[in-house]
């Protein structure tokens, strides 16, 4: 039999619980069902109606959307219902069957309990009888009834079980058919409502075509008076044109000849001319390879000499190395100073081509200099030249002519001191320019009175004789260069508002840039160390910190830094965020001075600056102790130790060591100073002796002598002042250091080393020596000095005691450190003499603390001049705070133990002292009790307990022999405590089974202390388990959805606690075995779906749950947002468009950061009472409601948010409950789900459609596609790679334009195509997969096919006959039976391009009668074409039906005009095929009947067009053949009578019943015409009637007439007369007269036949 779980179709999964019988059949992936988001189910039953016409007002636009899921839902819950129907039905008879077989059962089982009591009677008859073989037979057949009646019982019962379960379906489905009759109802009523809309919008379009079919009437008649008119015209036209054309032709033959010769001989030319160039590149090419050839050799020449030169150079090098080592010396050394002389070399080479270069724009601007003061001169005149000095073009012109050709010259100095300068000290500008490489040299040598460059631009400036300017007065009110303070207000206002407009604000995915837009690499540009004519270079890398692109040029350098610092940036462009770009720093100092200052930059956002420093060499000297202590030594005794001076600096001097209480005299001689440019009035300062801000700095530390340093430095500007030498002219400065003297101490020390030169960045170690010679403590203070006076003097002390005790102990003091109690602690105490004579020795402990320190031994001996170990043992009581009295202090714990040594014949003895810090090893758990209360056992309750430390040591801590059912995190209860210090620690309980607990559990300290913790619970066994109690969601992007899913178990099937353990609380008494109802309470306004969330599990089944966590925007944020656009005024609009932009911005910045928190606070903002009303007619449709929500997507920042949602069980089934009274929850048992959701804004988002991610297509026509465009933009701050995911390769969705990448900020276009195959409602989902999350996009439409019906049966419209010339009309009609409108075309076969291909084949009368395909026939002789319809081409709207016209309209007789019509939908799809007939005479009369006697179509003889009467004869090939008129009534007499030929056929049967008479019919018709004619009617006579009566024919009628446009039926019937001889068939012939407009005769030949039926 069939399993009862695969009735249950996969529909009914989504709206039932699932509750299996068995764990095999709920892992049947059959079973499996993927729920999708409801926004996708709602949207997706849009597709099944029908497309209507959009309306003008918004409220039509709402009704439309919200009657398309109604509409689609009316239609799945009919596809429901039918499903469920077919599923009773089968059900229903499943059930019968099972019935059936279960009587069947039943009554075998009756039959066989009948035949066990006659076996068992016939046994005891047979007993009686004494029959024993009897006996064993039916004992046998009794065995066999058994085994019978027990299988037939396992067959009753599986078959009961069976149909139980049967009956349990078909409940469940009579359940979800009355939860869908109130659907069902409201769905039929709107259907019945449509149909109505859908009658009267027929009704109205139905009227709106017939006036339109009028209009096409009207438009065709005025066709085809306009074509026959643009006929005529194009006759004429055309054979005007044909004679012009001819004309034309003779004319540009003659031409054309001209200009083939013309063509031709250029094209002679042009050959030669690239003949000859091609000569000239060839010989080109030979002389270069032959130049290459040449080239090389000489390359390998140059190379080999190279290479020689090199193995020379490389020998000698050799050879140098191997004397060197030979010597002794360093060879590595050697190298390393011949590579650095070779360096030295080429940067000197280097410097003088630059020194050159110099010159020559030196030059430059001197000539340009020169040229401006000629042009000065011109203008006004000038005072005469001196007459003892040339000028200054002439001297420079010789200066730089002898440096050219290599004499020397002598070098400028780099001091403008002279005697003129120090008259004027204002240098001219000219002189400024020059560089310090020029000029550099010996500044003894340097002499300005005959070769000196520095003559004022002005004649006549520096003279003695000079008059002072006077001030015009005009000029005398004028204000300042540099301007007043307002000035330069004014100025400061203008630059910031510039900078203002310059730079703008950066804002991105709604945050606004703030901060430093370029971040520099290093942050600060530092020149360390530098040397005067160097130049320094450093890149600093400037990295985009911005969010977006930024744009960043140079400003500049400060003021005072432009002469030394130049900036080489070549702004790189728009730069990404991320992006970095590099700048060039070059420093060439030209004076020896500490610089700082700014390198500034503007960027799109503002300025910004990168710090720059240059520092000179110092000398930055320190020691590496203050304070050196030797200890106690014993008078005699010798100790030495080190002290260091370090260099840090780049500059070396010289150093002494001396006693504080010492003098020194310094002769400080300084060479002068290079400057590497002329100074200006600014820079020509005198050098003099100051303090440096490091100096100073390093002086902080001796305050004392500050007041010197600052008296010196006076001293020395007053000097100054006074016009005395000073140290850059070359002069000797000597600083006197006066410390008052103390009393020499020859105790302390210093070493050999005691001064010296110390170099860069080195270091030097001085040894001090300490000889006690009278007991007591030594103190002495020592200082460096330093020949350069920028460095300070530097301090340090030695400490020492000398002592003359025999017997001593190193360590006075012994320190034990951190002491507990009731912990031993140990130390050896070590005791020396100097003694020549063993002592003995006493070792005695304070009485205070004999009970806690004890030194073993008591007593000893030590030798001479030797050492003793006494060994020292302490172990602290509790009461060491009351024994020790005055040695412990109990607020800070700390204990101070006096020791003694007492020595044989000394009165003093040796003491020393042990220190401790005692403290306790407590560790407190609080609370000291805790209770865990109920606990299911598929849960975990988790309390904290703090762990206190009492102890001022970090005490290591454990939770030992903890129960299975228990655990301590962190670290598993394991870890280290700090001193006072408190921790959390988290105690987890987890029951294995329902029974109440008490227990203790144990903290161990690593000194083995126990500390107890008491604990009791309740352990409950709940009658539902979950498959999972905790559910982790991926991270999901706002309105996406991800789902989970788990089962309720109810696994509770037996009351036997033996076997396995029963539900419970606690003790109490078990859970009853039965349904168990359960239902999940989740939180109000939570992201959460739970289906189901009330369910009843049957003992040992399972319920399957999905959870759905879908992230949305609270309802009442995005009204907020929406409220806000209709109360901005009016004049908003009218600001600029960036003030707009900024104000978005700022809005959404402030919706960035808002938080669940403040949205009660963000809704009771005070707003107008129109925005009230505004926002209660907000609604979820509106279009400002989801601009906001667009909105408010975007600046979406992402949250995390933890559910712990309860689900309670209660025993019983849902059904029994009376009414709405509620089950008996108990609390205890309710278990416990946990969510984990993590919401993440969107990476991508869709900006087309209102931010909709469902495309709906509509309804599309089969066979035909539709386009959407959907727009999607990256808001997330980094390019996201971009892959999609596949489509149903054999589906209607295909995506046209796939993306691999998506920049930040980008916007992309996809387009989508709906092509569907059949009529389907389509579905399918999209999804954009990035690193960051997917979008998925749902993707709708509807196939509907196009189906349209004719009015013509059997596809054939025969015309009938017409009179030649003349045109008769037909009409038949095509209606469009779908929903959409459709586009159609009328082709016919004779107009089509290949019938000009198939009139290159065989004639179709030359082949056989099956071989002959061809539907087009005689056509007419004009070139028009015989049969026309109209309209040809339109659109049919849906359900409405379109008339079309043919005409038929032959210009000669023939019988065999035929066409086809092919009716073409879109374009492409053929969709009908109408064969169109016709036949043409030239008279009014016509037959018809009888047999095909030739071919269906025409002679291919010629046709005079003389004559129209004189056609060719083509007999009928047709199933009702056509006959021509005899020849005689087209002729006299010419022909005889044109035959027509009748078979009839009598067929005889077996049996004694007559057969009926073989019947044939001849159609006898007269045409309707409009031309003249004197009778109206046709007449016709068939003779010899009464002959034929004889031979068995009888004839109705024989005579008669026939009016215009009728036709009569001549019934031919033959009955075989008595004599006739089946063997020979009947051949009898009689003449058919037809009288009309003329007069035509027939020979019809009857030939009749017996035919036996077999």
């Not at 509409?71 to 219902?81: G, S, V």
């Amino acid at each position: 039999m069939e399993e009862d779980a695969s009735l249950f179709p996969k529909e009914l999964l989504d709206n039932i619980p699932l509750v299996e019988d068995e764990r095999d059949e709920l892992e049947n992936p059959e079973f499996e069902v993927e729920f999708l988001p409801p926004e996708a189910g709602n949207s997706a039953d849009s597709g099944c109606l029908c497309p209507e016409k959009e309306h003008n007002t918004d409220a039509d636009i709402s009704k439309k959307k919200t009657a398309i899921p109604d509409r689609l839902q009316a239609c799945h819950l009919r596809k429901t219902l039918s499903h469920l129907e077919k599923l009773r039905e089968e059900k229903e008879l499943f059930i019968q069957k099972t019935r059936g077989e279960l009587r069947a059962c039943r009554q075998r089982m009756d039959l066989i309990t009948k035949q066990q009591a006659s076996v068992a009677a016939e046994v005891a008859a047979g007993r009686e009888a004494n029959n024993t073989a009897a006996v064993g037979r039916l004992q046998a057949v009794s065995r066999r009834l058994c085994t019978e009646l027990d299988n037939e019982r396992d067959l009753q019962s599986k078959t009961k079980a069976l149909l139980q379960k049967s009956q349990s379906t078909m409940w469940h489905i009579a359940i979800q058919e009355r939860q869908l009759e109130d659907l069902q109802k409201s769905a039929q009523d709107q259907a019945v409502a449509g149909r109505k809309c859908l009658r009267a919008r027929a009704a109205k379009q139905l009227l709106r075509e017939e006036e339109a079919l009028e209009k096409a009437e009207r438009n065709r008649l005025l066709r085809v008076r306009k074509s026959m008119h643009l006929q005529k015209e194009r006759g004429l036209r055309h054979q005007k044109l044909v004679e012009d054309a001819q004309r034309n032709h003779r004319i540009a033959v003659k031409f054309l000849k001209t200009s083939l010769r013309r063509v031709r001989e250029q094209e002679r030319q042009e050959e030669m001319k690239s003949r000859a160039h091609m000569k000239r590149r060839m010989d080109a090419v030979l002389a270069l390879k032959n130049s290459i050839t040449a080239n090389r050799e000489t390359l390998r020449k140059f190379q080999a000499w190279g290479q020689a030169k090199a193995e020379l150079a490389e020998q000698k090098a050799q050879a140098k190395k191997d004397m060197i080592l030979a010597q002794g010396g360093d060879a590595f050394k050697y190298v390393v100073h011949q590579r650095r002389c070779q360096e030295l070399e080429a940067q000197n080479r280097t410097f003088e081509e630059k020194q050159k270069l110099r010159k020559q724009e030196i030059v430059t601007r001197i000539l340009k200099a020169a040229a401006e003061e000629e042009t000065r001169e011109k203008q006004q005149s000038a005072p005469a030249r001196a007459a003892d000095r040339p000028p200054l073009r002439a001297k420079t012109w010789s200066y730089v002519t002898d440096v050219c050709e290599g004499r020397d010259t002598a070098v400028l100095s780099c001091h403008l001191l002279d005697s003129d300068g120090a008259a004027h000290p204002k240098a001219p500008r000219s002189l400024v320019a020059i560089s310090s490489e020029s000029v550099q040299g010996d500044p003894g040598n340097t002499s300005w009175e005959g070769d000196s460059l520095a003559e004022p631009e002005i004649p006549g400036l520096w003279k003695d004789d000079r008059k002072p300017y006077q001030v015009p007065k005009e000029d005398v009110d004028r204000k300042p260069v540099g301007g007043t303070k307002m000035d330069k207000d004014i100025l400061a206002r203008t630059m910031e508002k510039l900078h203002s407009r310059v730079t703008h604000k950066q804002v991105a995915s709604g945050r606004e840039f703030r901060g430093r837009p370029f971040n520099s690499k290093p942050k600060l540009i530092h020149f360390k160390d530098f040397d005067l004519g160097k130049v320094y270079k450093k890149k600093v890398t400037l990295i985009n910190a911005t969010y977006t692109i930024n744009h960043c040029k140079l400003v500049g350098v400060e003021e005072h830094l432009r002469d030394f610092i130049h900036i080489d940036f070549d702004p790189p462009g728009p730069m990404s965020a991320g992006m970095s770009c590099e700048v060039l720093v070059t420093f060439k100092p030209m004076i020896n001075k500490d610089l700082e200052g700014n390198v500034s930059f503007m960027a799109q956002t503002g300025g910004f600056s990168v710090p720059l420093k240059c520092s000179t060499k110092k000398c930055a000297l320190s020691l590496d102790k203050e304070l050196i202590d030797f200890g106690s030594y014993v008078v005699g005794e010798t100790a030495s130790r080190t002290i260091t001076l370090t260099n840090i600096g780049g500059l070396g001097t010289k150093f002494k060591f001396l006693p504080a209480s010492e003098s020194y005299e310094l002769d400080v001689s300084q060479s002068v100073m290079k400057t590497s440019s002329l100074f200006t009035d600014e820079d020509n300062v005198k050098i003099t002796t100051s303090i440096s801000e490091q100096q100073i700095e390093g002086n902080e530390s001796s305050p004392t002598h500050m007041p010197s340093w600052k008296e010196s430095g006076k001293q020395d500007s007053k000097e100054q002042e006074e016009g005395r030498p000073t140290e850059s002219e070359g002069m000797t400065v000597t600083t006197v250091v006066t410390i008052p003297p103390k009393e020499e101490q020859t105790e302390i020390s210093l070493g050999e080393v005691t001064e010296g030169e110390i170099g860069p960045f080195s270091s030097v170690k001085v040894p001090v020596i300490f000889t006690p010679v009278i007991p007591g403590e030594i103190q002495t203070k020592f200082k460096v000095v330093f020949k350069n006076q920028q460095c300070p003097t530097l301090y340090f002390r030695v400490l020492g005691v000398a002592i003359d005790v025999p017997v001593w102990v190193p360590k006075p003091n012994v320190d034990l450190k951190m002491c507990m109690y009731d912990r031993l602690y140990q130390d050896s105490v070590v005791v020396h003499t100097r003694s020549k004579a063993a002592l003995r020795l006493k070792f005695e402990v304070c009485k205070e603390l004999r009970e806690h320190i004890e030194l073993l031994p008591e007593t000893g001996s030590i030798q001479a001049q030797s050492s003793y170990a006494v060994q020292l043992k302490f172990l602290p009581r509790h009461s060491l705070p009351e024994d020790a009295g005055k040695y412990f202090d109990k607020e800070t714990r700390v204990l101070e133990a006096p020791m003694t040594i007492w020595v044989a014949d000394q009165i003093k003895p040796v003491g020393f002292t042990v220190h401790a810090v005692v403290t306790t090893s407590d560790l407190e758990l609080s609370p000291s009790a805790v209770d865990f209360g109920y606990c299911t056992i598929y849960e975990a309750i988790r309390t904290q307990v703090s762990l206190y430390n009492h102890s001022l040591l970090p005490q290591g801590f454990g939770f030992v022999g903890l129960p299975k059912f228990v655990d301590v995190q962190p670290n598993d209860g394991f870890g280290t405590i700090l001193p006072l210090e408190m921790l959390q620690l988290d105690v987890i309980f987890q029951p294995t089974k329902a029974k109440e607990y008490n227990f203790e559990l144990v903290c161990k300290s690593e000194i083995n202390r126990c500390f107890k913790l008491a604990c009791q619970a309740v352990g409950v066994h709940p009658p539902l388990e979950l498959s999972h109690y905790q559910v982790k969601f991926a991270a999901t992007s706002l309105y996406s959805m991800s789902v989970a899913t788990l089962y309720v178990i109810n696994s509770h099937v037996s009351m036997n606690s033996l076997t396995h353990s029963v539900p419970r609380i606690g003790s109490e008494d078990p859970s009853p075995v039965g349904p168990t109802s359960f239902e999940f309470l989740l939180p109000p306004d939570s992201p959460i779906t739970i289906s189901p969330s009330v369910g009843t599990v049957l003992p040992g089944k399972r319920c399957l749950i999905q959870v759905a966590f879908r992230p949305t925007l609270p309802s009442p944020l995005i009204q907020q947002e929406a409220s806000q656009a209709p109360t901005k005024p009016v004049e908003v609009r009218r600001v600029r468009k960036d003030t707009v932009t900024q104000r978005k911005d700022l809005r959404r910045q402030s919706f960035s950061v808002l938080r669940p928190q403040n949205q009660d606070q963000l809704l009771r903002t005070s707003t107008t009472p129109t925005s009230e009303l505004y926002k209660q007619d907000l609604k979820f449709s509106s279009d400002e409601y989801q601009a906001a929500q667009a909105t408010l997507a975007r600046s979406f920042q992402g949250k995390f948010d933890k559910f712990v949602v309860p689900c309670v069980v209660a025993s019983g089934d849902t059904k029994d409950r009376k009414g709405t009274e509620p089950l008996s929850f108990s609390p205890h048992n309710t278990l416990y789900l946990e969510l984990w959701c993590p919401a993440v804004p969107p990476s991508i988002v869709v900006t087309s459609n209102k931010g909709q991610t469902i495309s709906n297509f509509g309804d599309i026509a089969v066979g035909h596609h539709g386009i959407k465009k959907v727009s999607i933009q990256n808001i997330s701050p980094e390019d996201l790679a971009v892959e999609f995911s596949v489509l149903n390769p054999n589906g209607p969705f295909v995506l046209l334009n796939p993306i691999s990448k998506l920049l930040a900020g980008e916007t992309q276009v996809l387009t989508l195509s709906f092509s569907p195959h059949e009529s389907v409602l389509a579905q399918e989902t999209l999804d954009i997969i990035t690193k960051r999350g997917t979008l998925s996009l749902t993707l709708m439409g509807t196939g509907v096919a196009s189906m349209i019906t004719c009015s013509i049966e059997g596809d054939v419209l025969d015309m009938g006959y017409v009179i030649a010339r003349e045109s008769v009309s037909s009409t038949f009609k095509l209606q469009n039976r779908s929903t959409l409108p459709i586009k159609f075309s009328l082709q016919l076969d004779s107009l089509s391009r290949s019938r000009s291909e198939a009139r290159q084949r065989l004639p179709q009368f030359l082949a056989s009668r099956a071989q002959r395909t061809e539907v087009v026939g005689t056509q007419n002789h004009s070139g028009q074409s015989v049969f026309s319809v109209v309209p040809v081409e339109g659109i049919m709207d849906p359900g409405k039906a379109q008339d079309f016209t043919v005409t038929f309209s032959p210009d000669h007789e023939s019988l065999y005009f035929s066409d086809r019509l092919q009716v073409v939908l879109f374009e492409k799809k053929l969709s009908h095929q109408i064969l169109l007939k016709g036949a043409a005479r030239e008279h009014m009369m016509f037959v018809e009947g009888g047999d095909p006697l030739d071919v269906p179509v025409e002679s291919l003889t010629v046709i005079p067009t003389s004559d129209p009467r004189q056609l060719p004869h083509s007999l009928g090939g047709s199933p009702t053949p056509r006959h021509w008129p005899p020849a005689s009534s087209l002729s006299s007499e010419a022909e005889g009578p044109k035959p027509i030929l009748v078979t009839l056929d009598y067929i005889q049967f077996d049996t004694d019943k007559p057969a009926p008479p073989a019947t044939r019919k001849l159609q006898v018709g007269c045409i309707r015409t409009t031309q003249l004619s004197p009778k109206k009617t046709v007449e016709f006579s068939l003779d010899g009637g009464t002959s034929l009566q004889h031979k068995g024919f009888t004839i109705e009628p024989s005579r008669g007439t026939v009016e215009r446009g009728q036709t009569k039926t001549v019934t031919i019937s033959w009955m075989p007369p008595a004599d006739f001889d089946p063997d020979h068939p009947l051949m009898v012939s009689a003449l058919l007269q037809l009288k009309g407009d003329v007069k035509e005769t027939y020979k019809v030949l009857f030939v009749a036949q017996v035919v036996t039926n077999s």
